[in-house]
């Protein structure tokens, strides 16, 4: 019902004309628009034409009487005030009447007394849900003042984690680069090449790690950091081994690669899952060199396989390290590193976004002392 509610309209239905006029012409007196009506199917015809706020009904009406009339009003607006008025001798009526949610019911002959205190009462129980109603909206209101407060007071956590975990990893870059720069002028200081060398080294070191940091930072700061091309998914694949195998070779660990020559080209973004093989197998060779060559052999696969449902599926594992429990739910954190200086903690946060934005997955497994894989599932998208 669009017509809006109107507080000082009484809707009155009574089968005999005569009550209908002498209540018209009592509550016209004390200031309201009365409607009339002289059975219930006119009742509901102009309570539908007016939406009175009051109702006035007799209990007794031949066709549909004042109880059917109380559950039809009911049903159309609950908050409406129903007054039942009733004859000698129908209290059992009058009190069924109130099970159907009226609000009063008064007696025939109606006294002017009894009429004004029913009319009180509803007028106030009209006022008391305005109110009611009121409040609602305004704690809807302040609900969400407080909301978007919190929202503000997390999103600044957010970012003061975030410049937290950033300045770490300068500061770790920073000290790396002031290490190299005193080895560098102690070389110039004894003119010993070796110094020279071992201090350049390590400010190219620095210099390198500056140039990820901020190419991470500009991939993860970005809405969207992928471009879809169709390509061969075992190409990032093969990038990265053969990027990596070098290192690898260097530190006397095994870096193998299995490609599956049955995968088909689909649309994703190269660079991007380069980035994220990369990051894997990064952390594969950190855990490896942190596990010294006790373990023999030192191994770490690259593996291209079919997944039901997926377009690829991508594996990087290794036999080192592993991870404890409380590494392994921290793992996709910003900023979370265990690698002290070493490590800035960006790796597998970026990873994470990157294989979101391709609406895939990843996951890991790992045991402590024994090793880690991580899986990287990417679905068909659309170019
Ligand atoms: N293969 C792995 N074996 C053991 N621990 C791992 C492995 N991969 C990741 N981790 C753990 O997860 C942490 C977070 O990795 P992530 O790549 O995000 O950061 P990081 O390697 O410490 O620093 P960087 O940002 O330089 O990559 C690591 O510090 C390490 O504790
Ligand atoms: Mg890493």
Not at 101 to 112: Q, S, W
Not at 326 to 353: A, E
């Amino acid at each position: 019902m669009n017509i809006p509610v109107d507080n000082h309209t009484i809707l009155l239905v009574d089968d005999e004309p005569g009550i209908c006029k002498v209540l018209c012409i009592s509550l016209t007196d004390m200031g309201y628009t009365v409607h009339t009506a002289n059975d219930g199917d006119e009742a509901l015809r102009i309570f539908s034409k007016q939406n009175p706020a009051i109702v006035m009904t007799d209990i007794k009406m031949p066709g549909m009487d004042g109880i059917d009339l109380l559950k039809k009003i009911k049903e159309k607006r609950p908050e409406t005030e129903v007054i039942m008025i009733t004859g000698h001798g129908e209290m059992d009526l009058a009190i069924m009447s109130l099970k159907y949610e009226a609000t009063d019911f008064i007696t025939k002959p109606i006294h002017p007394d009894t009429l004004e205190i029913a009319l009180k009462r509803a007028e106030e129980r009209i006022s008391l849900k305005r109110q009611l109603r009121e409040y609602t909206e305004n704690l809807e209101g302040l609900v969400e003042e407080k909301t978007r407060e919190l929202i503000a007071a997390e999103r600044l956590a957010a970012v003061g984690q975030t410049v937290a975990g950033l300045s770490h990893a300068i500061k770790n870059i920073a000290s790396g680069l002031g290490c190299g720069a005193f080895v560098l002028e102690k070389g110039i200081e004894l003119d010993e090449k070796k110094y020279l060398d071992q201090g350049w080294q390590m400010v190219k070191n620095n210099v390198d790690k500056i140039k990820h940091l901020s190419l991470d930072l500009l991939n993860y700061a970005k809405p969207s950091a992928i471009e879809l091309k169709t390509c061969d998914p075992n190409l990032p694949a093969r990038e990265v081994a053969d990027l990596m195998s070098a290192k690898a070779n260097e530190m006397g660990v095994l870096l193998e690669t299995q490609i599956c020559s049955d995968l088909k080209s689909f649309a994703f973004d190269p660079d991007g899952i380069h980035r994220c093989l990369l990051n894997l197998v990064s952390n594969a060779l950190d855990a490896c060199a942190e596990c010294g060559a006790s373990r023999h052999p030192r191994k770490i696969v690259i593996k291209t396989q079919k997944s039901k449902g997926w377009a690829v599926e991508y594996r990087v594992e290794d036999n080192c390290g592993g991870m404890d429990e409380t590494v392994k739910d921290s793992l996709f954190q910003s900023f979370f590193s265990t690698k002290g200086k070493m490590g800035t903690g960006i790796g597998l946060m970026l990873t994470k976004k990157i294989v979101g934005e391709h609406n895939g997955v990843i996951d890991v497994e790992t045991r402590e002392n024994e090793g880690s894989l991580f899986i990287i599932r990417l679905p068909l998208n659309k170019s």
